[in-house]
């Protein structure tokens, strides 16, 4: 730093100095500090973007088209457009035999049921449906929609694809409430509904207030991909879950519920609270997996599959 002395003209007579201090400007540090402002600004940036783009959680075309190559199963996609929307879905099986439809938890997309889609057993057994729910896959990608509209458009896929044989339910997590909702709203459709693990008691739901908050700009965009999507459709759900209640008892189609006595995502209570609301259903069975967490669909697979074959 220079430290330079000069007399003030103002005070040349009494002779006053006055002490001005002349900083000299470093440029190469001046220009670093914006090179790290910049750097910061475009990960930040690039960050937002990742998370706008990554985790969608679904298979392209081209993985689609291998991994039924690889299982050597025949396969059609389809997406259907109804009301401005479109439900896109992968069917296997005989068209003409019983169909098992399902529909996946949050977040999700059809391939969370692949394994089953390919099972050799399952094949000989029925046609199967697996769908990207509406926010997901390549159903509208990113835009959440509520509990009823889940069920409404997920209906319009079974209308469509109808063929005179039963037709199976088959929900996981948030895709339990969905289903019950359906049977409820359609009971000349369904014939049987099959729970695993569903989130559909009220009161068993955590308040987790946090989720209001991260659904606003711009945290909301921070949260990568189809998690965004589940954010805010688990908000709209838990309220949802309440007009759901007691339409329940209305249902009369035969019911099937797994669930995992230690799950920690959905209490082993949501299948309690269903069998005490299913009081006119055909038929109500529990099937409880001692220890077993929210994951069943894929870490209890053989017993889900000969479950679903005793239907």
Known sequence: MWKT???????????????????????RKIWNRIKKRQLALAIFAGYVVVCQSCMTMRFSDKETREFFTGTKT??????????????????????KSPTLFFVHGS??????????LTDTLLLRKFRMIAVDRPGYGFSDFGKAESLAENAR?????VKKTRNGQQLILVGHSIGGPIVVQMTADHPELVDKMVVLAGSVDPNEEAPEKWRKIIKLPP????IPGAFRTSNDEVWLFKHELLLLEPRIQSISAD??????TEDPLVPFGNSEF????LT????????????????IPWEHYELIRQELLRL
């Open 107 to 116: 977040p999700g997309s059809w391939n969370a049921y692949r394994r089953y």
């Open 280 to 295: 006119n259903a055909n038929s109500f069975r529990l099937v409880p997996i001692a220890g077993a967490n929210h994951f």
């Open 274 to 277: 269903l069998r005490k609301k």
């Open 153 to 157: 458009l997920l209906s319009e896929v």
């Open 5 to 27: 002395k000069i007399i003030n003209p103002m005070f040349a007579t009494s002779g006053v100095l006055v002490s001005l201090r002349i900083v000299p400007f470093n440029m």
């Open 255 to 260: 019911v099937l519920v797994i669930h995992g």
């Open 219 to 222: 945290l909301r965009y921070l």
């Open 74 to 95: 025949a396969y059609s996609e389809k997406a259907l457009k109804s009301d401005g929307h479109i439900i896109h879905y992968i069917a296997t099986g005989n068209p």
